[in-house]
Nanobody, 115 residues
Framework: VQLVESGGGLAQPGGSLRLSCAASGDTFTSYNMRWLRQAPGKERELVASITNFGGSTNYADSVKGRFTISRDNAKRTVYLQMNSLKSEDTAVYYC?????????WGQGTQVTVSS
């Protein structure tokens, strides 16, 4: 499966962004999907995950109540709605697809939160 992220950019503290990840090349509903991020000098961390038909979602404690992961299987796309952004949300955000313990990655999209 190939993954292409979009929607990153610059936002002010307290603002919102929506990331999208479009998938191609395989049956989208075969994959659980995740968003991870990596800030400069830090390890990549899991932000949110969603199961293949969207029945279950999980979030990092740092984003609970602010971020929402969703997917539209007809459009083969997973989303990350990010609200109440903070400076510590600044990172490269990566879309990830998992199938049978194999990971597939997008190229990443930069999110910068700054006034």
């Amino acid at each position: 499966v190939q993954l292409v992220e979009s929607g990153g950019g610059l936002a002010q503290p307290g603002g919102s962004l929506r990331l999208s990840c479009a998938a191609s090349g395989d049956t989208f509903t075969s994959y659980n999907m995740r968003w991870l991020r990596q800030a400069p000098g830090k390890e990549r961390e899991l932000v949110a995950s969603i199961t293949n038909f969207g029945g279950s979602t999980n979030y990092a404690d740092s984003v609970k109540g602010r971020f929402t992961i969703s997917r539209d299987n007809a459009k083969r796309t997973v989303y990350l709605q990010m609200n109440s952004l903070k400076s510590e949300d600044t990172a490269v955000y990566y879309c990830n697809a998992q199938k049978f313990w194999v990971d597939y990655w997008g190229q990443g999209t930069q999110v910068t939160v700054s006034s």
